[in-house]
Structures are given as C-alpha cells and as structure tokens.
C-alpha cells in the first residue's frame, strides 16, 4: 500500500476554509483515497473517499489531480466542534488491510 | 443501534497479568479489527478477520491473540501484559473485508499496564 504524508499539524480559525493535502506517490491503479476523522476520546470515523477529480458530500470535498499523487481535503467554513485529527489513507480494491499514518492535528481557534 | 461496544472504557493492569478487551457489534459486519493508537503514532492494525472462524495478524501482532467465534464478537487477549502494551485499543468492523470499505470504530479502551 502507498505510504501517504500529511501535515502534522494545522491551526485555523472559525469560519475559514481548511485544506489539508496529503501526499501518495506511490498510489497505484487500483488505489483509493479515503480520509477519517477522529475526534478527542473517540474512535475515527469516514468522512469522504474519491479515485479522482473531486467528490463533494455534506462533510468535506476532496480533490484528486489528475496523476493522483496528492490529495486534498477541504473543509468548508469550519467551526470549533472541527478541531480533530484527520486521517489520509490509501485503500486498495480487493485488499484488506488499512494504514493509518499519524494524521493531521486540525485545531480550530475562536 | 449501538453499533461497536468495547468493554471496559478503561483498566489499569499489573504487569504479568492476562488480560481480555471485550469487542461486539451489532451491524451483523464480516469484517473487524483491532488497533492500538500511540501517540505521535496514528492507528496501527494488531489483528483482523474477514469473516467468522477466520484471523489475521496485522502490523504488530506480537504478544497479542484473538478469536472469532461468531460474527458479531471479536475478543482482543494480552496473555501476559507488558507496560509497552500501554495504549489506547480500538475495534472497528465493516460490511466486508475489502480495504475500501467504510471502517466503523467503537470508542476504545484506554489500557495501562503498570
């Protein structure tokens, strides 16, 4: 599986627009990218997964450039309760294991 | 619907000691795993399985077992524990074994081995 690499950390303020981009050059044909949220004292939870361009849903958009060697994560307006570590992850059609990397700190200020 | 259930929330274990994290989900999902989150180390794949009767060793299987009776239960076992097995210990299961599939996680289990 592609190893991705992400920002360790991240601060933002309300209201903004965050984009965290996550690079996988090794990302094969087959690959897929997903992204996780975790928040403080719970497990993570899915929030998007795109092959490429872009996919947009109530959450987040992600888009996917057209060599799919980096992604990126856009959070539209964030608010405090979006202060979470964000996981990028590669996952492979047909395989069964996942990797986590360490994810993005996102910290989101008044 | 609960979902994921682990038990307990939290335990504090004398080194040497056996110790069972309990893992049940009620999605009637064919796939679950346990992982261990270090700090400054993400999440990391102990064991898995595709399916009732079947197990897999993830990335840091040592010192570690689990079993698979049925489906909706999927029982983590530290046969003697160790203080490097301090962590935070996540289930999570999905519909299939396929790596694509949406993870759902239950809400841990904070272990210290002291």
């Known amino acids: 599986l592609a190893k991705t690499t992400q920002p360790i950390s991240m601060d933002s303020y309300e209201g903004q627009e965050v984009n965290i981009t996550c690079s996988h050059n090794n990302i094969a044909t087959n690959d897929y990218i997903t992204w996780y949220q975790q928040f403080p004292s719970q497990g993570p939870r899915f929030i998007i997964q795109g092959y490429k361009t872009k996919v947009t849903n109530e959450v987040a958009s992600l888009f996917i450039p057209a060599d799919r060697k980096s992604s990126t994560l856009s959070l539209p307006r964030v608010s405090l309760s979006d202060t979470a570590v964000y996981y990028c992850?590669?996952?492979?059609?047909?395989?069964?294991?996942?990797?986590f990397g360490a994810g993005t700190r996102l910290f989101v200020k008044a | 619907i609960a979902g994921i259930t682990q038990a307990p929330t939290s335990q504090i274990l004398a080194a040497g000691r056996r110790m069972t994290l309990r893992c049940t989900q009620d999605m009637r999902h064919n796939a679950m795993y346990w992982y261990r989150q270090d700090l400054g180390l993400g999440l990391r794949l102990i064991h898995y399985s595709n399916t009732a009767g079947t197990t897999g060793k993830g990335e840091v299987p040592d010192g570690y077992s689990v079993s698979r009776a049925n489906t909706d239960d999927f029982p983590l076992t530290l046969a003697s524990a160790v203080p490097s097995q301090t962590s935070v210990y996540f289930c999570a299961s999905s519909d299939s074994a396929v790596s694509t599939d949406t993870q759902y996680f239950g809400p841990g289990t904070r272990l210290t081995v002291l």
């Open positions: 992850l590669v996952a492979r059609t047909g395989g069964f294991k996942t990797i």
